[in-house]
């Protein structure tokens, strides 16, 4: 069994690692850390994992972590980029959930981050961990930045469009919605049931950090730059995402078999049948992508409808993919459950 | 007190109506039909109306509707048609709230809604009841063809920026999103809690039929073909409906100003402060419709965020505000309440 | 128009305050403090106001206050008593909706809420503000000690029962679920979307400091000491509570005859047909009570079903309702709209 | 491979049961049918099994049924009782999911479902499949009748109490609160969302079905008769059972220690520890019961809170338990995984 270490457990992308890693057949967490509940039982705060982790958190040790086989951070942004040095001095390797790793040009982390990065050098070697662009070079990978929610379910949604060359750079529109675990569990007045349920509303409309990421991605899917409208939502729900992608697409293409083509050999995205309207509840719990294509009434705007479960192909599970790809084990080892309907 | 009838009061917009006009200084609701209720108390299938409303269900009948002062029609499609001309030939004047009398040309009505109309003239006659377009000749309308719930928010959302010329046409898009009390009140699998809670999904992306209502409003707004794309979702709650439009806009225009100026005059219409984000909870039970005004990165994509609650200002509030036009009162007669948060 | 001021009004308490004031045609809330929220208009954090409240939050001023006619008290616990005695000195009358006036027994007081008492004395002139006991002594009260959310619930619903000697006091169970709401707007892990979202449970059990105020009522009631099993449970909904009350009766009494009776001239309490199973929704946005009795099987178990809204009937609807019974007006000023269904 | 039937596979326990055998390491869905849907693919109607199971609906066919191993019956009551007979004759073993064989007094059966019982010997032969009950009678049963969600909740509750004679029989209450899921996927006004969401209410106060069902259980349990009250309520959310039991008992005994000792061997049983409140939450998706104990004040009323997910340990998971049972699995064979958090 490999050993895995887990920094920063107490969110809610540590316990979805936890649940995961619960009953993988090749690895097991071997320490978990947190600052504030060190010494407590993981399963005290969680009682889900009562009868499937049996360890307490403990204060963050770098002996320990070096003696792991691989370390994720599910930690806050920022704090990766102080710790990962040391251990991949030590062989061991590392995911981060967070966004240290994720954006290759500083400055524009720097800008949207609001800090100065501790570790330049490494986000240039810092492989993107989405299996589906890159999965040659994360199997290869020591350090790999683990993407963004929104960015996993709007980039794998415009993928085929953009590498077919098929859609106008000009009029890309992602209008993204989210459940209230994207935020985290952090105590705050705007997450409370109080305020975000039986509502709707946009927000980060003039800017949201998840932009330049997407940015990225297409462009370099595209091989060129490329911008795009970016709104996210909040959805009174807890676990979900659903992309709704709007591009310019000239001519007559036959877009249900290019992008079926495109995913024919990938295990994590599902491309529905035409006319299919994906529900985000047909993936939670789960690591699948799944997605449809419309043209409505046959005009030059084409519509695509991309789900994922925020908290899986949108952080621990697409995690848990890219340590497959990296210790060698079968690629959906561990994210073979099915979605829990209803 | 003028007398109301509402024909067809079993369903959501039937016991919204009696709310907003339980209160209403100047009418009172004389009679209120339902076939399959016929007998049954109001209040025994609504109980927040004990107390309210000591009316019971009765079977359709013209003579008691030709009594009223004016009619609310919160029927099925296609039934407004088949009693409104006895009506109004007796001088009762008529407010549909479904679909019959709000598309003026009959062969896209009849294709969208899949029956021959029943009395294509009095379609003509109709006077499309958004106060904030066609106010004067509401007042002196017989007949009013009250608009859906998205075209409200969809329309108002626009309408400053269409009127102007500020808009490209190419691109317009209307990404909504709409509580599940849109759907009604009947019996079906696909709205039950089961289905639809903690989960979130496109539906009719290939066509929906408001569709051809919001492109009949632009048109008139514009005196001009506009087309637009529509995609309109199902959130996990009960009321409210968020429209984020998008739209290119060339040069430097100040926005703000224009739409500010726009519905300076409408009590209805609240165009919030620059930055703004309206959640649909902030009118929740009431007959307001809040926007706000983006402007992405300075870029060309306009992004307006329009909230209104689809059973009071995309139902039976703005019915209520036609009523108030129609027969004289204070347009904002019965319709003073604040909005119910949290 | 009565003049009248809020003390914190930043909370769900407060701004409830000001949605039934903002209606309400004898009172004018003429003053509202913040010491967090100072200068900031009231409509900046609660957008529902906005065209109805023209308020700015400012610093708590003993000065503005006292030339107020009545002072609302929407302050966590242990505040008011420190502001009170200065205002009652003045002639100003309060309404305190917190708990620092409610429990006759400072001793108990002082246990179950963990602070000295600022001014003992005052409690003994409290009048305990709930109309159905007090309403001649309300009139000419001070000071009001607004009743707890769950304590009006449990109350009214046992009332008829103890006030007619029938129920036997041995084994009084209260089991009560309440809306996030009840927790108030303060941050907290515990009240997040993603932990209380799609989740149920128990909270409290040991003790709840509703007990000794629910166990004061009915032994005020039922002139010797009564204790009961009070159980609260955290509903994921925002308003609404629901008791569900057991008590052991023998013989064979007209139960329903009795409440109907009993309730016959309350404005606020609705006693339900036989055999109706009130639901929280039905009293949305109100300060309506509604009840209904039960005797499952003809066995001696009544049990007893009575539902509030715990931010109007439980906290700022039945403040406003002593309000208008302290200043003379009537008793349903400000209190005539219709429950929110659905 | 043992080769598993499914009649009736549509409905919440029907996708159920397929989630949880799609991962079974011994048991394979063979047949599953639905007249209603005969030859539509099952990921068709549940996306979420997309990838996990390649089969179609068929109409029932008795021999395609006999020739498997085991067949679940998911339908309405009174369907499995007139199939049952001929697949026992053939050797095919059967867990009846709905109510049919669940009551040994078939008069009261009869009165509580509404028609006459078709095979009234099986019900004596009928094993009632609550492994902790009767874990060697199942091992060796041809017909298992699966228990009801709230009794197995409220029977596992009351269990220790009253196996060990400590509990006052008198006044024993189960407070008991549903998820949506229980009612199942019938089209249904009551059960929409728009009904249910963001409301409370209790349901079926004068008599429910699982009221005979529980008072057998516990009669079973104590060999002698015992009589309750039973009150469900409807829960804004999708699935979980919360009971809250409530029973006297006289003297000092250590119910903590009691229960643990009862269940220790029980692995779907998890007592939690002292002063803990079980959140439904905890066991979404997943087959385990956890149970708190407290005495208030220590006084003589003992309150239990037990909560299941009413799809896994209320009906499904209990299922494949019981299968696990009969075909001499591993009990917890396609039962591991770790409830969905948050």
Redesign the interface.
Known sequence: MAKIGIVGGTG?TG?EL??LL??HPKAEVAVITSRAEAGRPVSDI???????IDLAFTEPDAQQLKACDLVFFATPNGTAMKMVPELLASGTRVIDLAADFRIKDIAVWEQWYGMAHACPDLVAEAIYGMPELNREVIQAAQLVANPGCYPTAVTLGFLPLIEAGLASLD?L?A?C?SG??G?G?????G?????????????G???HRHLPEISQNLSVIKREPV?L???P?L??????I?A?L?A?VDGDVDLQSLYEARFENE?FV?V?PA????????????N?C?IAI?R??N?N?V?V?S?IDNLVKGAAGQAVQNMNLMLGFDEADGL???????
Chains 1, 2, 3, 4 share one sequence.
């Open positions: 809610y316990v936890l649940r619960a009953n969680y009682p889900n994992l009562r009868g499937h009029n529109v209008d919605k209230v675990s935020a569990r952090g105590a705050s007045v997450m409370l049931m109080g305020e975000t349920g039986e509502s709707f509303k946009a927000y409309v003039p800017g911008d409208t970016f709104v939502h959805l009174p729900m807890i676990r979900g659903h709704t709007y310019n295990r599902d529905l006319g299919s309207h994906p529900e985000t509840r047909s993936v939670r719990g789960v699948t799944r419309h409505p009434q005009k705007i519509v409808l789900v073979r459950e099915v979605a829990l309907l209803p």
